[in-house]
Nanobody, 115 residues
Framework: QVQLVESGGGLVQPGGSLRLSCVAS????????MGWYRQTPGNQREVVAS???????NYINSAKGRFTISRVNAKNTVYLQMNNLRPEDTAVYYC?????????WGQGTQVTVSS
């Protein structure tokens, strides 16, 4: 059974920073493409950033230069460092793992950017 557990969300003022963490259980992490998605009410879930097992990263345009995804395989953990946060970054953020044609999701963590 694979479980993904996110943490690190919260309330932050515009321009502030947060770091999200996702810890994966099970023996799949090092082989997984890990990603961070976000979703707001009434909208589809969108990918924010992803990182391949070898470290190759991809970001949506609005995250480039502000967000950094990273992984520590020895800790089964993927991070999303978010800087210069904007109100439009407010969403529930989900951790995602794709391995051997299987997709797994975390429960989500709320990020609210507001003054």
């Amino acid at each position: 059974q694979v479980q993904l557990v996110e943490s690190g969300g919260g309330l932050v003022q515009p321009g502030g920073s947060l770091r999200l963490s996702c810890v994966a259980s099970g023996n799949i992490f090092s082989s997984s493409v890990m990603g961070w998605y976000r979703q707001t009410p009434g909208n589809q879930r969108e990918v924010v950033a992803s990182i391949a097992p070898g470290g190759l990263t991809n970001y949506i345009n609005s995250a480039k230069g502000r967000f950094t995804i990273s992984r520590v395989n020895a800790k089964n953990t993927v991070y999303l460092q978010m800087n210069n946060l904007r109100p439009e970054d407010t969403a529930v953020y989900y951790c995602n793992a794709v391995v051997r044609a299987q997709t797994y999701w975390g429960q989500g963590t709320q990020v609210t950017v507001s003054s």
